[in-house]
């Protein structure tokens, strides 16, 4: 069975845009959920969703939102770019069974410059 | 909500030493707790779980963690390293049936290898 997939893997961006990431859960897998990784502030809870509501979300700015579609899979996006942005975003699915465990993608790595 | 503390940042160890990470979380009630490895260039993997039953939980590649709940811990041990162990580790927390947070991670800890 496939892993988590995210899209793009790498990317570069400037100031001020904006950017979507993508992410294909597991076959099954419903809950979806997204991270931010730096080295300074390690890994950082931003959003879940659910059948295609957002279920919890972490303290990030309004710039930072999401969505999931009726088949699982799930977009964030990031609007007016900084420079702080520049992270690994991890996106991560589970089955929201009790005792689920979650599985991680590989990341999308942006740079913001 | 919770949080996850990892006491060391960096650990160097020559190949065959024992292992031993510590991870403290805070939180009021029952907690599903993981640990998981991240190798260089590579995602997130699971090495380990405890969501109930015998504190003492064997993950993959002969690591093992024990939940000591008077102590709020669940430390990371492998008898012998080895070289292909050098990676990031974090200790994760989650409330028992998800939380407003998601997972809450620790900083990690970068684990160095030496041969």
């Known amino acids: 069975k496939a892993g988590v997939t995210q899209t793009p893997r790498y990317l570069i961006k400037t100031r001020g845009q904006q950017v979507t990431l993508s992410c294909s859960p597991i076959?099954?897998?419903?809950?979806v959920s997204w991270y931010q990784q730096t080295p300074g502030q390690g890994l950082q809870f931003l959003f879940e969703?659910?059948?295609?509501?957002?279920?919890n979300k972490g303290n990030f700015p309004g710039r930072f939102s999401g969505r999931q579609f009726s088949n699982s899979r799930s977009e964030m996006n990031v609007s007016t770019l900084e420079l702080g942005d520049s992270a690994l975003y991890l996106c991560?699915?589970?089955?929201?069974?009790?005792?689920?465990?979650?599985?991680f993608g590989e990341g999308s790595w942006l740079t913001v410059v | 909500a919770q949080s996850v503390s990892q006491h060391n940042h960096h650990v160097i160890l020559s190949e065959a030493a024992s292992l031993e990470l510590g991870c403290n979380y805070s939180?009021?009630?029952?907690?599903?707790l993981f640990w998981y490895v991240q190798y260089p260039g590579q995602h997130l993997q699971l090495l380990l779980k405890?969501?109930?039953?015998?504190?003492l939980v064997k993950g993959i590649k002969g690591f093992e963690a024990e939940f000591i709940k008077s102590k709020f811990s669940f430390n990371l041990r492998k008898p012998s390293v080895q070289w292909s162990d050098t990676a990031e580790y974090f200790c994760?927390?989650?409330?028992?049936?998800?939380?407003?947070?998601?997972?809450?991670f620790g900083k990690g800890t970068h684990l160095i290898i030496q041969p």
């Open positions: 991560a699915s589970s089955d929201d069974r009790s005792g689920n465990t979650i599985y």
């Open positions: 076959s099954g897998h419903r809950s």
């Open positions: 969703y659910f059948s295609e509501t957002q279920r």
């Open positions: 939180y009021g009630g029952t907690v599903n």
């Open positions: 405890y969501f109930s039953g015998d504190p």
């Open positions: 994760a927390v989650t409330p028992i049936g998800g939380g407003a947070d998601g997972l809450t």
